[in-house]
């Protein structure tokens, strides 16, 4: 069994930066692309970023050069840094990845999510 966890969310007014974690753990697995979704109340939920297991990063047009994403493959861990944030970033952002544990098929992990919230 492998868990995501997020840490990093919280609030920040307009124009600020948050930094968020994700990291894996459990045994015996592998992380292939990992990626980053939010969802903000009443909407569906996004997609934000996706980095593969090679370093190739793809943002949705909404973060490009205002967001990084990054990834320690060592520590299993995936980094979102947020720059000159905005009101409609206020979202839950989950993180997102494709682990093989052991010798079973890939499958899709998700996270518990962390609240951002930006305030004008």
Known sequence: QVQLVESGGGLVQAGGSLRLSC????????????????????????????????????????????????????????????DALKPEDTADYLCNAAVRVGGAQTENYWGQGTQVTVSA
């Open 23 to 82: 990291a894996a753990s459990g045994s015996d697995f592998i992380i292939y692309t990992m990626a980053w979704f939010r969802q903000a109340p009443g909407k569906q939920r996004e997609f934000v970023a996706q980095i593969t297991t090679a370093g190739t990063i793809n943002y949705a047009n909404s973060v490009k050069g205002r967001f990084t994403f990054s990834r320690d493959n060592a520590k299993n861990t995936a980094y979102l840094q947020m």
